[in-house]
């Protein structure tokens, strides 16, 4: 019980350490955070890295979660950048916006159909309704968007207030859903049957589709691309729709990427292929697939394909030991155990249990530095927050921070171990919804 002993007890104990004072004066004026700042770990990241990637400029998600939309596009432009001959190029990151919140309505409300007959105050059903339209996701929920819509030029369907701002429209629309949500389990309660429920979401998804275009724009089925290339000389591509400029100017197999994850806890062995249930954006789509293995395999596969001049896609915890202002990403760079007595001292597997850690953050691995050993020492990160973050957009994780806080790669499947591959040919593992390993990019 606290009671004034008990708190008389502590006072005392805080008395009896005059550097408490000092400590608590310096946290009044500048926070924790910068009170608690190792200036040393700063001397651990020049941003020189012996193997890097061709990239484009550094992009800005702004006040919208689509940091895995971004990652996934600023990955793909460095084959643009060589099949265009050009400096610079941008692919239109609100054109997959606006098809992932229409087919995530049309996901949501087909799940609702699905558990109509499941309680309202089910985990499940409140589950689907807590966060039914998020801007998050993760490699497999943009496979899917490339497969089915392709991709286009940032010219070809630019930016409105509310791609760049999603907040308000996702509140909007997230209401309606719920109020949709309701009107089918009420429906079904009555007696409806499944293909009226069906024919109930069309007129739903109407709704949402006419909102979508009236705040993110008509996006294009087919568009002119015209630019210039590092010789100056002008092109004009004419009338191509989205699916080609992808498999034109992109050209990835997608079958051929595979999702690696690190998930070091018993309920996870390493070598499964894993999915999570009620999890996606395409509904006919495949399933969002992982297969779980041991960091060093992520670690391998990520250095091959960027001394092949791939860029990585990859997600992590990105909130956790970084600083936006210098863009350094490392377990020492606040000395909490000096200013506030005691670290955390729960490893990667007890953070992902008991809900301290998860996936938050997707962006690109451009380069790595790699010691004499060839072992990583720092990775070179392309991060979506504009040039004002880190060393003009790029940061700087050190191979320790990888350890601790990335949960997933993206990668070719030539980068990765035969005998880690046949996790792909035995039955997939189904993870609740609500798994840690569900979790979706979406950090402004």
């Not at 610079?88 to 699905?114: G, H, T, V």
């Not at 009420?186 to 979508?212: C, H, I, P, R, W």
Request: hydrophobic share 35%.
């Amino acid at each position: 019980m606290i009671n004034s002993e008990l708190i008389q007890r502590f006072q005392a104990n805080y008395a009896s350490d005059p550097i408490n004072q000092a400590v608590e004066n310096a946290v009044a004026r500048v926070g924790m955070q910068e009170a608690s700042f190792n200036n040393q770990t700063l001397r651990h990241h020049p941003f020189v890295f012996s193997h890097e990637t061709k990239k484009g400029d550094i992009t800005n998600q702004k006040s919208s979660g689509r940091c895995w939309m971004f990652a996934a596009l600023n990955t793909a432009r460095v084959d643009s950048l060589t099949k265009l001959n050009v400096e610079s190029f941008e692919f239109s990151q609100n054109y997959p916006f606006f098809w992932d919140k229409l087919e995530r309505a049309n996901y949501f409300l087909n799940s609702i159909i699905e558990t109509v007959n499941e309680p309202l105050e089910g985990r499940l059903v409140q589950h689907l309704l807590f966060d039914p339209i998020s801007d998050g996701g993760q490699w497999d929920m943009f496979a899917g968007l490339l497969r089915k819509y392709g991709a286009v030029p940032k010219s070809a369907m630019p930016e409105t207030f509310h791609s760049s701002n999603s907040r308000g429209l996702n509140q909007f629309i997230t209401s309606k859903l719920r109020e949709f949500a309701k009107t089918l389990r009420d429906a079904a309660a009555s007696g409806a049957s499944t293909k009226e429920l069906e024919d109930q979401k069309e007129d739903m998804l109407y709704f949402v589709y006419n909102t979508l275009v009236k705040t993110l724009g008509m996006p294009p089925t087919e568009f002119t691309y015209e630019y210039r290339d590092r010789d100056n000389n002008f092109h004009r591509i004419e009338n191509i729709s989205p699916q080609d400029f992808f498999n034109d100017y992109v050209g990835w197999d997608l079958e051929n990427i595979v999702s690696l994850i690190n998930a070091p806890t018993q309920d996870k062995p390493y070598g499964r292929r894993y999915t999570v249930k009620y999890l996606g954006t395409v509904l006919e789509e495949q399933p969002i697939n992982y297969i779980n293995v041991p960091n060093d395999v992520l670690k391998e596969a990520a250095v091959n394909a960027i001394k092949n001049n791939e860029p990585v896609w990859f997600g992590c915890d990105v909130g956790k030991i970084s600083d936006r202002t210098s863009g350094i990403m490392d377990l020492d760079l606040y000395q909490y155990d000096k200013t506030l007595s005691q670290p955390s001292q729960l490893d990667k597997a007890a953070r992902l249990d008991y809900g301290d850690s998860l996936l938050t953050h997707a962006m690109v691995l451009v380069g790595v530095d790699l010691d004499s050993d060839g072992k990583p020492i720092n990775w070179k990160v392309e991060n979506s927050w504009g040039k004002d973050v880190g060393d003009k957009g790029i940061f700087s994780m050190s191979d320790a921070w990888f350890d601790q806080y990335t949960y997933q790669i993206a990668v070719n499947k030539q980068y990765i171990p035969e005998e880690w591959l046949k996790a792909l040919d035995q039955p997939v593992i189904e993870l609740q919804p609500w798994d840690p390993m569900g979790a979706l990019a979406k950090v402004q």
